[in-house]
């Protein structure tokens, strides 16, 4: 899976499917389901360790999750995604810190949250050979400047203005577009405008591919997004499966124990052990 093969897949009118991913356990098994991206999000931050939003999330914590995941998932299209303050401070530094996904993450892809006052850092990196996600539409590491999470291009100002956002990352380089959070026909016009695929996270039916928290897919997360339907209730699930394992500790219902000795090793032991015990005999009574 190349950037070439989604290329293939966008001209050829087939969907591509993407999830998040943070290891390479949950990579190897979503490579064998045909998953054709995996994200390494910086949701790890909120997902993985905690945190209440995707601001606090590390950068070297996401280079080793790609890593990981990338060895998980060898043969499928690994996409990292660069935390906050990681390519805003400066363009020099995030030409760096993207090479590092590449190097030491073994990324396929970077993306960036971004608009078009970034297109010379797109350029840059495009520059560097660096393959280039550009996110548009809500961009989730502003919410604080922003006053929360929110949707983007509900006015024909914004809707205007996110398609020549689009336009302009494209025209600078990115290799893929991944829109966030808007009215469905604002990405379909986006969609019609793009040269390169374009991936939906709540953007509507008419992106080329549509991406989605893994643990809301499955049911785990407090709060549902209404984009992200779950496919199945794995959190009640996880929570009989715990409470069984509890049960079964406590009333030591374990099953067979795998390991044995030899009948010889066992007589030998047993005659070693008894001697133990006659030795602290003895030293008890000596005190």
Not at 197 to 207: L, Q, T, Y
Request: glycine content about 10%.
């Amino acid at each position: 899976m190349t950037i070439r093969t989604l290329g293939k897949m966008m001209r050829s009118g087939q969907r591509i499917s993407c999830l998040t991913c943070y290891d390479a356990t949950t990579a190897r098994w979503l490579e064998q389901a045909g998953i054709e991206v995996l994200l390494v999000g910086d949701t790890a931050g909120e997902m993985v360790l905690g945190f209440p939003s995707t601001v606090h999330t590390p950068l070297e914590f996401l280079i080793t999750l790609t890593a990981g995941v990338k060895r998980g998932a060898p043969n499928t299209l690994v996409m990292a995604d660069m935390p906050f303050l990681s390519y805003q401070a400066d363009d020099a530094e995030g030409v760096r810190n993207a090479g590092r996904f590449m190097t030491e993450g073994n990324a396929d892809l970077v993306k960036v949250e971004v608009d078009r006052t970034f297109a010379p850092l797109v350029a840059r990196m495009s520059r560097a050979g660096i393959p280039v996600v550009a996110h548009i539409g809500s961009r989730p590491q502003m919410s604080k400047q922003q006053g929360g999470y929110s949707a983007a291009g509900k006015s024909c100002v914004d809707a205007v203005a996110l398609l020549d956002d689009a336009r302009a990352l494209v025209d600078a380089g990115a290799h893929m577009l991944l829109v966030e959070a808007t009215p469905a026909e604002v990405a379909e016009q986006l969609v019609r405008e793009s040269s390169v695929p374009v991936m939906g996270c709540g953007a509507g039916p008419a992106c080329h591919g549509q991406v989605v928290v893994l643990q809301d897919l499955l049911g785990l997360t407090a709060w549902q997004p209404a984009f992200a339907l779950p496919a199945i209730e794995f959190g009640p699930q996880l929570l009989a499966a715990a409470r069984g394992w509890m049960q079964r500790v406590r009333t030591n219902d374990l099953g067979p124990h795998p390991y044995t000795m030899t009948d010889s090793q066992r007589d030998a032991f047993a005659a070693a052990a008894a001697a133990r015990r006659g030795g602290s005999a003895g030293s008890s009574g000596a005190n």
